[in-house]
């Protein structure tokens, strides 16, 4: 090796950083064909100077790392929120998540099934539940009188999955075990191809002693299936059409070796779910429960990406998360009842109110969705306890519905997609909803109104509608204001890649949804009152 004498001078004051010599690709120094000087002597004779590396020596190159900025602290709303999807996987979890919030902030369960009429008073804070996947809560103003109506905001809290058929089980494909699922509201698409899925849910169990039933929720603590895409190496299989009923099926292990696994046990003979699904299931799921196999009676059981959310972009200016839609708004909305909460029940004259249903992504037909009936039901029997005689068309047109479902923020790599001046961005504001043709219910006289609310409290508002040639998506806001008749707007906290597995919208969007929604529980009521004023008799 030659060291160049032009670079390396040969005078004892020399020092010299052989580091600017290197050649990044190979890590080695860089000579001339005329340099004459020996390395081995030039090194000898300036001690000050570093010699490189051997050659046949591993260089580590320098490994620069960067934390978490320590001016962009994640929001305590986003946090939690993070942490809510995380650990309430399903639509169970997340309404007794719900349950569990409002009990400890003061509120007071009340069952469906018993009456009403005894139990509730003035500056009382409420709750109820159905099939415990849709919840309503309300808070009572120490001055309502009959006939005032309610504020109120709805949200639903399902979302897409993949749910386990009755008859899971599935014939044994070259070694694979393989769980027999349905798409819910189209789900199991490309996006859930290749991601690491968890189980979870509620299930139904009996007591062998006492013969109690009673439900269990399930959230199994790591991913157990997966849909394999098939390598882009095969060909034209590799790029579909997919068979949603042939080609989606969810791995969940390899057949044991000892094919005694696939038996029953003698404790495990009359079990309910035996036959049905994979018995190595069953015993997974009754081992997580601590209870026997035959003590499963039934379940409802889903699959969920288990990547948990995170905070992301160079500033951390996104959240990555899923299940976004549109347990976002319902996070908002609870959290800004919460909030609002102490003072109203001192103070106010009406009701504040928060309704989270399921089922809104299939259409909301069933029970437990917005068309059950659940929202009607619970205003209804507090006019009669407390109403003194008012009735609900007359508590209906004095109320006001937010209908809060998440909207789409624009996405720059299909600008084509949005109409001008309709393109809600991130960390910005909540986004109201429009449409034409009645999918969503905002018009002219609820949007002033909210606008109004939105002044008060500082808060900024984006708008949002489809174009022509494309279709609007809907909500539970024209299902609930035209079964009540009640004024409504329909609005929600922007998103990108809605449907998606996993979804993006703002780091400080959770934040900004509670603060609009505390702004509304807390002022509806006084702008509700300008709005009377100026209204023709």
Not at 63 to 74: F, Q, Y
Request: proline share 6%; glycine share 8%.
């Amino acid at each position: 090796m030659r060291v160049p004498t032009s670079v390396y001078p040969q005078t004892a004051s020399a020092s010299v950083e052989v580091n600017n010599l290197v050649n990044p690709a190979a890590h080695i120094p860089v000579f001339s064909q005329q340099d004459q000087v020996s390395a081995r002597d030039f090194f000898a004779s300036n001690v000050n100077v570093t010699p490189p590396p051997a050659s046949d020596h591993f260089v580590h190159s320098e490994r620069v790392t960067r934390s978490v900025p320590k001016t962009k602290v994640v929001d305590p709303y986003t946090q939690a929120f993070i942490d809510f999807i995380y650990e309430n996987p399903t639509t169970f979890h997340a309404a007794e998540y719900f349950a569990d919030e409002l009990t400890k902030a003061g509120f007071t369960y009340i069952s469906e099934r018993v009456s009403w009429k005894n139990k509730l008073t003035r500056g009382g804070k409420y709750f109820t539940t159905r099939n415990g996947s849709s919840l309503v809560a309300f808070v009572i103003g120490a001055n309502y009188i009959g006939g005032n109506g309610a504020g109120m905001i709805a949200c639903h809290i399902d979302a897409l999955t993949a749910k386990v058929k009755p008859i899971s089980k599935k014939p044994v494909v070259e070694g694979y075990t393989q769980l027999g699922t349905a798409p819910y509201a189209g789900a199991m698409s490309m996006t859930w191809w290749d991601r690491d899925l968890g189980l979870g849910g509620r299930v139904v169990v009996k007591d062998e002693k006492s013969g109690i039933i009673q439900t269990k929720l399930i959230h199994l603590p790591y991913p157990v299936a997966r849909i394999p895409t098939l390598a882009p190496h095969f060909g034209a299989a590799a790029n579909g059409p997919f068979n949603p009923e042939t080609n989606t099926t969810p791995i969940i292990a390899l057949e044991p070796n000892d094919p005694a696994e696939n038996e029953l046990r003698p404790d495990e003979v009359g079990a309910p779910l035996a036959g049905r699904h994979n018995i190595r299931l069953l015993r997974v799921i009754a081992k997580e429960l601590g209870v026997p196999v035959k003590s499963l009676l039934n379940f409802d059981l889903e699959l969920f990406d288990t990547q948990k959310g995170t905070v992301g972009g160079l500033e951390q200016d996104f959240l990555f998360c899923p299940r976004i839609d549109d347990k976002i708004c319902a996070f908002a909305a609870v959290n800004g009842l919460l909030n609002s909460c102490e003072e109203y029940a001192v103070t106010g004259s009406s009701m504040n109110v928060v309704a989270l249903f399921d089922d809104e992504e299939i259409g909301s037909l069933l029970r437990q969705g917005a068309r059950g009936g659940l929202l009607e039901g619970s205003l209804t029997r507090v006019v009669d306890a407390l109403g003194n005689g008012a009735t609900m068309q007359q508590t209906y047109a004095n109320s006001f519905l937010v209908s809060a479902d998440v909207i789409h923020a624009v996405n720059p790599n299909f600008m084509n997609a949005y109409m001008q001046y309709h393109m809600p961005r991130l960390n910005v504001g909540v986004t109201v909803s429009c449409d034409p043709n009645g999918h969503m219910t905002t018009d002219a006289e609820s949007l002033a109104f909210l606008e109004e609310v939105a002044r008060r409290t500082n808060n900024t508002l984006q708008y949002f509608q489809i174009r022509n040639d494309s279709r609007s998506g809907g909500t539970v806001g024209p299902m609930l204001s035209s079964s009540m008749g009640c004024r409504s707007i329909d609005m929600g906290i922007p998103q990108l890649a809605m449907h998606s597995i996993r979804a993006c919208t703002g780091s400080r969007d959770v934040a900004l949804g509670v603060k609009l929604f505390q702004g509304f529980y807390e002022e509806w009521e006084d702008v509700d009152y300008y709005v009377r004023s100026g209204e023709k008799m």
